[in-house]
């Protein structure tokens, strides 16, 4: 895919990942699109459950590509991010020669061992690889360590990767690269100064109303209001984790199930559990809401 490919304007951008189910703000749809353009990475940076990874998946069905996921965690290392060699076929491809009584030099051996063969690419090398229009997901960046923020600048710089043994990898057709972080760290500027930026939040009233209608269209708009003014009440209470997006269209979904046509404070505090996922976030919006069940 060349970069006209993407999007083709901000509009187009607009229109296209709404086909998919993702309503884009102007921000969102001006960023997306020029991250096509100018085959820039995107780095999407807010809180949890906002949308962000849904971007990703979004741009990806709406041009048709793959999604090439790499989940970030603390410890991820080269070998599950970049490429790995299969040591165990290795191993047994040495001890075959030796059984054979092939009289090849190490040198011979080495250089038959690390080749197409035995290596294992993980999600950056795959996406750097692949000749198909491709969306690389690299999810929660922030939850890595700082080493693994080198590792990614030769991919986010060049979009090339360097196996010693052989060689340099560049990228055929340059992907879509969307990083997503949840702020818990800092990232670093030589990472940040390679991307777009885009700052995602909880959306307002009216966006979220239509989000949800969208999705779960059977929703009464009475009972829509209500829903999104109590994730808005619940989202100002100091919470371990607030209602994100994805948890209000479950909410609505389940208000469907249980044909719950009023949503007042039983319905609230029987349901609770569809949008609050620790104990005392439950019990300090029993109290703070004053629910009565």
């Given at each position: 895919m060349t970069a006209a490919d993407w999007f083709s304007s901000p509009d187009d951008a607009t229109t296209r990942l709404a086909a998919t189910g993702y309503l884009a703000?102007?921000?969102?749809?001006?960023?997306a699109y020029l991250a096509g353009a100018l085959q820039k990475p995107l780095l999407v940076e807010g809180p949890a459950g906002v949308g962000k990874t849904e971007l990703a998946k979004a741009v990806a069905r709406a041009s048709g590509a793959e999604l090439v996921r790499l989940q970030c965690y603390e410890g991820l290392d080269e070998a599950r991010a970049l490429y790995e060699w299969n040591y165990k076929k290795q191993l047994l491809?040495?001890?075959?020669?030796?059984?054979?009584?092939?009289?090849?030099?190490?040198?011979?051996t080495h250089d038959d061992i690390f080749t197409e063969?035995?290596?294992?690419?993980?999600p950056l090398l795959t996406a750097i690889r692949r000749e198909e229009p491709t969306v690389l997901l690299i999810d929660e960046v922030d939850k890595t360590d700082v080493e693994v923020e080198g590792l990614l600048l030769e991919v986010l710089s060049d979009f090339q990767v360097t196996i010693p043994e052989l060689g340099t990898v560049a990228a055929v057709r340059r992907p879509f690269v969307v990083l997503t972080s949840n702020a818990t760290r800092e990232l670093s500027e030589a990472v940040k100064r390679r991307c777009l930026y885009l700052h995602l939040d909880y959306p307002d009233a009216e966006r979220e109303r239509e989000i949800v209608s969208s999705q779960v269209p059977d929703l009464d708009e009475r009972v829509a209001g209500q829903l999104v003014a109590t994730?808005?009440?619940?989202?100002?209470?100091?919470?371990?984790?607030?209602?994100s997006i994805a948890e209000s269209v479950d909410w609505a979904r389940t208000l469907i199930a249980l044909e719950i046509g009023d949503l007042d404070d039983k319905a609230v505090a029987d349901t609770l559990g569809v949008v609050l996922k620790h104990a005392s976030d439950h019990d300090r919006a029993v109290r703070e809401l004053r629910l009565r069940k």
């Open positions: 703000d102007p921000a969102t749809a001006t960023t491809r040495i001890q075959a020669t030796q059984a054979t009584g092939d009289a090849a030099t190490w040198d011979e063969e035995f290596l294992l690419t993980r994730i808005a009440r619940l989202r100002e209470l100091e919470l371990k984790k607030a209602p």
